[in-house]
Each structure stands twice: as C-alpha cells, then as structure tokens.
C-alpha cells in the first residue's frame, strides 16, 4: 500500500448493476419533452454522475486508499425492517407491469427495480463490513439514491432507504445509539420520518431551506420538527441558507453537530452525503467546495474516534455535477481518512463565500436547540 494512506483504508461497496437504473430525459427531471427543445438533457440522477464517482476512486490519487467490495442485491425481507410491506408490494407490482412515475421525477422504469435492491443490498454490506470488523470505515456508492424514501413513500428519485436500512440492521446487530449526519443538499426526511419515534437514532440533517415539496415530502425540514414521543429532541433540523458555503457549514458542524453528538454519544455513525450541496450543482445553492466537503469529513473522522471506535459507514445520496461531485467525493473521502494533506487540487473553485447570514442562522439554531431540546438544555 502506497504512503499516501498512511495505512488507513476505507471499504468501497459498489456494484455495476446500478447504473441499470434508467431515469430518461426531458425538462431537467421532469421527464417531459416540451417540444420545443432541440436538446432534452438527461434526469440529473443518471448513472453518468456515478460512472465518474466509480472511476475517480478507481484512478484517482486516493486510488491505493480504496478496497473495492462486492455490493449484492437485497432480499425484499431485509427491506422489511425499514419499509412497510405493502409499500414493497406495491413497487414490486410497479416492476411487474413494465414501470411508472411514482411520485414527480421519480421513476421506476425496467431495470430500476433490480438497482434498487443492489442499492439497499450494497449499503447493508458495507454495514455488515463494519459490524463484523473487518475494517472501520466503508463507502456504500450506491444509486438510486435513498434518503428521501419513507417507511411508506418513495420520494425524491428514492425508493428505498438504503441509509435507513443500515441504521436499522446497526442496531439489531447490537449498537446502542446511531447518529447520521445528513449533508446532501435535502432535506433527510425518509431517514428521519423512519427513526421519528426513537431516541436510539439522532438523526441530523443540513440542508438548504427548500420547505415541503407536496404529498410525496410533507415535512419541511424546519428546526421545529424535533421528533415525537421518545423521539423528541433526537431529529436535528439544521436548514442553512442559500450561498452558506465552506465557512458557513463548518461554522454549523462546529456550533451545532458536533456538540450534539459529543451529548448524545454514539456508538455508530452514519454520514449520508450528497455532493448536491456544491457550488456547482443543478440542484441546490449551497456553494460547498471540495475544501468544504474535505473538513466535514475530517471532523466525523474526529467524532467517530472519540465515540465509535473510528466506524463511519458513508452512504451515497445526491449530487448531479457530472465532474464536480466526483470530486467532491474524492475530497469528502480525503477528509473522512484525515490524511494529512489535500491529494487532488479543486479545479473550479471560484465563488465568493460570505458567511455572516449562514453564522447569523447556525446562532438562531443553537439558540432555539438550548430552548427546546431535552437532552440539549444548557449545553
Ligand atoms: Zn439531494
């Protein structure tokens, strides 16, 4: 193993069968032809984003860090444990009768169903990698992406939960108390709708202020959205504003996230990424930098030395730049093996960062968090 790694690995668990997973073309993921377009351009949740993030690893200067893993399909009774049954039965019966939009820009044509099983079967590995010690950090580079998914909802370009289902089978396999700390540029609400419930699982999520988009994603990834019942205080909404940046994010992991897992103390934790927080992305406006993604992924690096014995399992979500969330992958991977120094330059870095109105937010939030959240109170 080359010097670069300074002996640390990271378990990548992939499988080529995702990129089976057509999503067609049309007015960006509307999957419609206006007619008047001369060029329709491909959903953003193409496999073309993945094929980069796959090769990126592949051939790119973190290369030797990376132990490629086989994903495998799931079996529709591991889906169980997050999903409801008819909610199964009823994307099964999708399959069957040759595919359909299941909800606006989601859509499960011939093929995606298949992908969908790789997707949550691949995650649940690389959990499974972790649980039984065969290395302390894994990457599930899964596609369809997951976050958005609800026990009983697709939603968002997701089926199934593929973070949600490796929290689950965490804490049937014995761990105590999962966190998962959300960055894709969404709102986590299928992950956190799933663990709405229970204090087991601090669910976190930062994501620009985007509100409910209708039936399919009622919640609106508000800070007063805390959890019910045992749950309360255990689903952490951290919604930034647009243009929040480098600073902006790190100032909102340092003053929010950190401190609520140095109190809620897992023994597992779970980073769900999406490079659709970029600043280059077609989804969102959140102006992320590889610089930005690098230091988020150094300071779960630090969280999970000092509560989960070193384990982060890091999921796939969003991120639609075809080049760009490549290498924002690379960089976030960079930061989660705390090497020493950046390995690749950021090629198109150029926006300006002006944090004041995201420190001005992340200050209401800590606020309000002190207020209102039990297990927060005085901190
Ligand atoms: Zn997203």
């Given at each position: 193993?080359?010097?670069?790694?300074?002996n640390?690995?990271?378990?990548?668990?992939?499988?080529?069968g995702?990129?089976?997973?057509?999503?067609?073309?049309?007015?960006?993921d509307?999957?419609i032809?206006p007619?008047?377009l001369?060029?329709?351009?491909k959903?953003?949740?193409n496999?073309d984003?993945i094929?980069?993030?796959?090769s990126?690893?592949?051939?790119g200067?973190?290369s030797?860090?990376?132990?490629w893993?086989?994903?495998?399909?799931?079996q529709?009774t591991?889906?169980l444990?997050?999903?409801?049954?008819e909610?199964?039965?009823e994307?099964?019966?999708?399959?069957?009768?040759?595919g359909?939009?299941?909800?606006?820009g989601?859509f499960?044509?011939?093929g995606?169903w298949d992908?969908?099983l790789?997707?949550?079967?691949?995650?649940?590995?690389?959990?499974?990698?972790i649980?039984?010690?065969h290395?302390?950090?894994?990457y599930a580079?899964?596609?369809?992406p997951?976050?958005?998914?609800?026990p009983?909802?697709?939603d968002g370009y997701?089926f199934?939960n593929n973070?949600?289902?490796?929290v689950?089978?965490?804490?049937d396999s014995g761990?105590?108390?999962?966190t998962?700390?959300d960055i894709?540029?969404h709102?986590?609400?299928g992950?956190?709708?799933?663990?709405?419930r229970t204090?087991?699982?601090?669910t976190v999520?930062?994501h620009?202020?985007?509100?409910?988009w209708?039936?399919s994603?009622?919640?609106?990834g508000?800070?007063g959205?805390?959890?019910e019942?045992?749950?309360?205080?255990?689903n952490?909404?951290?919604?930034?504003p647009?243009g929040?940046?480098?600073?902006?994010?790190g100032?909102a992991?340092?003053?929010?996230v950190?401190?609520?897992?140095?109190k809620?103390?897992?023994?597992?934790?779970?980073?769900v990424?999406?490079q659709?927080?970029?600043?280059f992305?077609?989804?969102?406006?959140?102006c992320?930098?590889?610089?930005?993604?690098r230091?988020?992924?150094?300071?779960?690096?630090s969280l999970?030395?000092k509560?989960?014995?070193?384990q982060i399992l890091?999921?796939?979500?969003g991120?639609?730049?075809?080049?760009?969330?490549?290498y924002?992958?690379?960089?976030?991977?960079?930061?989660?093996l705390d090497?020493p120094?950046?390995?690749?330059c950021?090629p198109?870095a150029y926006y300006?960062?002006?944090?004041?109105?995201?420190?001005?937010?992340?200050?209401a939030?800590r606020k309000?968090?002190k207020?209102?959240v039990p297990?927060?109170?005085?901190?």
């Amino acid at each position: 193993m080359a010097a670069v790694c300074s002996n640390k690995m990271i378990g990548v668990f992939w499988h080529e069968g995702m990129l089976n997973h057509e999503t067609g073309k049309g007015v960006f993921d509307s999957g419609i032809d206006p007619g008047f377009l001369d060029v329709l351009e491909k959903h953003p949740e193409n496999s073309d984003r993945i094929k980069n993030m796959v090769s990126i690893l592949l051939k790119g200067p973190i290369s030797p860090c990376i132990s490629w893993q086989a994903g495998r399909p799931a079996q529709v009774t591991e889906l169980l444990s997050f999903h409801a049954p008819e909610y199964i039965d009823e994307l099964i019966e999708a399959d069957k009768q040759g595919g359909k939009m299941i909800c606006a820009g989601t859509f499960l044509n011939p093929g995606s169903w298949d992908a969908a099983l790789l997707a949550a079967g691949t995650t649940l590995s690389a959990m499974k990698h972790i649980l039984d010690g065969h290395g302390k950090l894994a990457y599930a580079l899964v596609r369809p992406p997951g976050h958005h998914a609800q026990p009983k909802q697709a939603d968002g370009y997701c089926f199934l939960n593929n973070a949600g289902l490796a929290v689950q089978l965490a804490l049937d396999s014995g761990c105590k108390k999962v966190t998962v700390i959300d960055i894709d540029v969404h709102y986590g609400n299928g992950t956190a709708e799933g663990f709405y419930r229970t204090d087991k699982v601090l669910t976190v999520s930062l994501h620009m202020n985007h509100g409910s988009w209708g039936p399919s994603h009622p919640q609106n990834g508000s800070v007063g959205e805390l959890g019910e019942g045992e749950g309360y205080g255990y689903n952490l909404n951290i919604p930034l504003p647009n243009g929040t940046g480098d600073k902006g994010y790190g100032y909102a992991m340092k003053e929010l996230v950190v401190p609520a897992i140095h109190k809620f103390e897992p023994d597992m934790i779970v980073l769900v990424v999406g490079q659709d927080s970029s600043a280059f992305d077609p989804n969102g406006r959140q102006c992320l930098t590889m610089d930005g993604y690098r230091e988020i992924g150094r300071i779960v690096h630090s969280l999970a030395n000092k509560h989960s014995g070193g384990q982060i399992l890091i999921v796939q979500e969003g991120g639609y730049h075809i080049t760009y969330s490549a290498y924002c992958l690379h960089a976030i991977l960079e930061g989660v093996l705390d090497l020493p120094q950046p390995l690749l330059c950021d090629p198109i870095a150029y926006y300006p960062e002006d944090e004041a109105f995201a420190v001005e937010l992340v200050e209401a939030t800590r606020k309000y968090h002190k207020e209102t959240v039990p297990f927060l109170k005085g901190t």
